[in-house]
């Protein structure tokens, strides 16, 4: 009796072309996190149940894998912020403020299998933690690494969206409408989504008087360039308190962000951006491909005043964003827009057509040695085999080595694009394979 | 109440400097793999149980973390070859073979918590799977790989064991005591560790007579050069068709690593490796650091007739070694001897002396747009605690931005290592970092 192999629904799997393109996307966000000297962490996937659910509850908590080992009721995590706030409070002593710090790395969420929707997916994570407190200049550096980040995985038509939530919470307070403020922010958040007149129609519902919905709609229908927007906010001439820090901070953030050198055709001012999550305290970001809105934000996060209020009373405010980068990756698939270049690992395939291949064996020694990656067919087959094993696997040449090549101590170096040929040295090879 | 974040035990989780050198040993071998032309794969963290223990039993099915999510009776992988096993039966028709893959991941054993034993941990495997048949060359260019590997993670004096299964088993079928051999092979396996006399008493325990034990005896303790130790086999005369494949396999693996430009020093033949598990059936290899001979084989592996027998009625032979990095990460770590120079994320960390960051942050930006990956101090704290983030973070260089550089467009640059502190401009300073 045999087992049928098979592989879980909602669990990605690649071939090995997409697994090479996936991991090229990978690599470039983690080389654009340490740019910024964000330092790695690799916490544990499994946890105590207890620690990691201190904080969840209600869709987070039934989605949850969990199960007991010996006398641990242990849990996969469900996010990388948890153990992120787990490591801070555990290792508080040991670590230098403000703490910067990416974890790209798989989470774990049983959701009902659907199209699009992963139970184990990456998460490519940055968050700046501070020691009591943070400048706002940080949230200013998340749009930047963004920039960087998306620039570096082929996109320029891009635009990251920035709000700070104190400003719609200021201006709930000033309408006294603070107790439904989370039902209102998840309600504009939808904007894009369901249009104004349901925005509205929600709002009703909730029985807020027509002239404060007015009053939210005109905000969250102001317009225009980045400047003309923070203006149109300071005109309201809203005495809140809240509204006004949010106010300043959202400036300060606008400033801070150009003087990291992203242009303006990147980055807005989005009043609707709300995050839906309550965690948000401050600046929130979502990050859209203008040319291909469908996907959603690629890239969110945003400000929280407090990482770990369930482990610690220390204050330990934050900033961070996310990349989901398995959703990412399956949906630019999808659409085949995935701007990867790197479709092989080897850069040459070795094969003999003699009957040993001793100077194959040599000659792809010397050519790693030269720092080029090169595989060795080494099976006794067809000269049509080995070709097809470089066409399949795309390795973009194939140094072959007859009875003349060995005569002449030279190889022909075929490029398989091209289909040109030509027979040349060793170190004639190495300088064409290593452009 | 807060909860205590406590992370578990047997789950590596570390610091960031050490973080930083235990992704560096990792980016090396991986970019060592990739060398050879294999192919990255990820397969998933969790299986179906009833796939993933297909083929297991015993020790590996008492430490397996396994539970229930919805209807699902689910697993976490122990290894990364069963998962391989399913990944090529599964994708079999979109493979091209040898379908050279490596994998780098995580697998879970819930065992006993005890010194230098994770329960999670990494393995860097590599594999060769053929279609049928497997050129015996790829056992050969295992060891290459291994040495190419090791010394690129800074050790030069190490020892590449190798061994063929087939020549104790042939052995064994010339004593007629082939119903022993899987008890005999994990006795010769522990001569290292327990010595002669205790191997010779171990197999009179199993009522072999002393005549043949002799045999054994004289054949495990076989010395001199690889050649010496060939040459020696081939005088024992033995008749037995496997012993005699054995050993014209072993002559072949031996030629080839050296054509694969493995130096003699770095590799040598020892009859006695038999590697505990049933699972091998021809080439056996063991790496140890000749210094640290307590760390045990960093990287083993071996040649096995089928790969997926629990799944497909194909033949897969294939050949494949792991190196258990997590494990191998923390003794060398005990010891003090990683050889790493990675110390830090950021070359730079960038300071202001002045009221405003502005000019910090645009050198930032640029020394980045150049390639360097640059860190900016942005807290408003005095000048010894922007120095303590550098020092802590073992960042080599710091950009000081006061007045005076501010007012000559200049910036100062301290190598914090030699105190060295020059007043110097930004193309000379990318000139400098850079190196």
Same mark, same amino acid.
């Given at each position: /009796? *045999?087992?049928?192999?098979?592989?879980?629904?909602?669990?990605?799997?690649?071939?090995?072309?997409?697994?090479?393109?996936?991991?090229?996307?990978?690599?470039?966000?983690?080389?654009?996190?340490?740019?910024?000297?964000?330092?790695?962490?690799?916490?544990?996937? +499994?946890? /105590?149940?207890?620690?990691?659910? &201190?904080? &969840?509850?209600?869709?987070?908590?039934?989605?949850?894998?969990?199960?007991?080992?010996?006398?641990?009721?242990?849990?996969?995590?469900?996010?990388?912020?948890?153990?992120? &706030?787990?490591?801070?409070?555990?290792?508080? !002593?040991?670590?230098?403020? @403000?703490? *910067?710090?990416? =974890?790209?790395?798989?989470?774990?969420?049983?959701?009902?299998?659907? *199209?699009?929707?992963?139970?184990?997916?990456?998460?490519?994570?940055?968050?700046?933690?501070?020691?009591?407190?943070?400048?706002?200049?940080?949230?200013?550096?998340? @749009?930047?690494?963004?920039?960087?980040?998306?620039?570096? %995985?082929?996109?320029?038509?891009?635009?990251?969206?920035?709000?700070?939530?104190?400003? #719609?919470?200021?201006?709930?307070?000033?309408?006294?409408?603070?107790?439904?403020?989370?039902?209102?922010?998840?309600?504009?958040?939808?904007?894009?989504?369901?249009?104004?007149?349901?925005?509205?129609?929600?709002?009703?519902?909730?029985?807020?008087?027509?002239?404060?919905?007015?009053?939210?709609?005109?905000?969250?229908?102001?317009?225009?360039?980045?400047?003309?927007?923070?203006?149109?906010?300071?005109?309201?001439?809203?005495?809140?308190?809240?509204?006004? =820090?949010?106010?300043?901070?959202?400036? =300060?953030?606008?400033?801070?962000?150009? %003087?990291?050198?992203? @242009?303006?055709?990147?980055?807005?001012?989005? %009043?609707?951006? &709300?995050?839906?999550?309550?965690?948000?305290?401050?600046?929130?970001?979502?990050?859209?491909?203008?040319?291909?809105?469908?996907?959603?934000?690629?890239?969110?996060?945003?400000?929280?005043?407090?990482?770990?209020?369930?482990?610690?009373?220390?204050? #330990?405010?934050?900033?961070?964003?996310?990349?989901?980068?398995?959703?990412?990756?399956?949906?630019?698939?999808?659409?085949?827009?995935?701007?990867?270049?790197?479709?092989?690992?080897?850069?040459?395939?070795?094969?003999?057509?003699?009957?040993?291949?001793?100077?194959?064996?040599?000659?792809?020694?010397?050519?790693?040695?030269?720092?080029? !990656?090169?595989?060795?067919?080494?099976?006794?087959?067809? +000269?049509?085999?080995?070709?097809?094993?470089?066409?399949?696997?795309?390795? @973009?040449?194939?140094?072959?080595?007859?009875?003349?090549?060995?005569? !002449?101590?030279?190889?022909?170096?075929?490029?398989? +694009?091209?289909?040109?040929?030509?027979?040349?040295? %060793?170190?004639?090879?190495?300088?064409?394979? *290593?452009?």
């Amino acid at each position: /009796m *045999k087992i049928e192999p098979r592989t879980l629904p909602g669990f990605m799997e690649l071939l090995p072309n997409e697994q090479i393109k996936f991991n090229s996307m990978m690599d470039k966000i983690r080389k654009s996190y340490e740019k910024f000297g964000f330092l790695p962490l690799d916490t544990p996937i +499994i946890e /105590m149940a207890d620690v990691l659910l &201190a904080k &969840a509850g209600g869709e987070t908590e039934k989605q949850i894998y969990r199960f007991n080992k010996g006398d641990n009721d242990l849990a996969l995590r469900f996010d990388l912020t948890v153990p992120l &706030a787990k490591y801070v409070t555990e290792y508080y !002593n040991e670590l230098s403020f @403000p703490f *910067k710090r990416y =974890q790209i790395g798989k989470v774990y969420r049983g959701e009902r299998p659907q *199209k699009g929707r992963f139970r184990e997916f990456y998460q490519c994570d940055i968050d700046i933690i501070g020691d009591g407190e943070l400048s706002i200049v940080n949230d200013a550096q998340m @749009p930047s690494v963004i920039y960087i980040t998306i620039k570096e %995985l082929g996109f320029d038509n891009f635009t990251i969206r920035i709000n700070n939530r104190k400003i #719609l919470n200021g201006l709930f307070k000033e309408l006294q409408l603070e107790d439904n403020s989370v039902e209102i922010m998840r309600i504009i958040d939808k904007l894009e989504k369901i249009g104004k007149e349901n925005v509205t129609k929600c709002l009703q519902d909730l029985n807020i008087e027509n002239d404060k919905i007015d009053k939210i709609m005109s905000f969250i229908e102001i317009e225009g360039s980045t400047d003309e927007r923070l203006e149109a906010l300071r005109k309201l001439n809203i005495e809140n308190e809240l509204f006004i =820090q949010g106010l300043e901070e959202l400036s =300060q953030v606008v400033k801070h962000v150009r %003087l990291f050198g992203v @242009p303006d055709s990147n980055f807005n001012v989005d %009043l609707t951006i &709300a995050r839906g999550l309550d965690y948000y305290t401050g600046t929130v970001y979502e990050t859209f491909l203008n040319d291909y809105r469908e996907l959603g934000s690629i890239c969110s996060g945003g400000r929280y005043d407090n990482l770990a209020e369930f482990y610690t009373d220390r204050k #330990l405010p934050g900033v961070g964003v996310s990349i989901g980068l398995t959703r990412v990756f399956s949906k630019l698939s999808e659409l085949n827009i995935i701007k990867e270049e790197n479709k092989s690992i080897s850069k040459v395939l070795i094969v003999s057509m003699t009957e040993s291949n001793d100077r194959a064996l040599e000659i792809g020694t010397k050519l790693r040695d030269a720092g080029i !990656n090169a595989d060795t067919y080494l099976e006794d087959k067809k +000269i049509k085999a080995k070709f097809k094993y470089a066409d399949k696997l795309e390795i @973009p040449y194939v140094a072959i080595i007859g009875e003349e090549e060995e005569k !002449n101590g030279t190889l022909s170096l075929k490029n398989m +694009i091209t289909g040109e040929q030509k027979e040349i040295s %060793l170190n004639e090879a190495i300088e064409v394979l *290593k452009k």
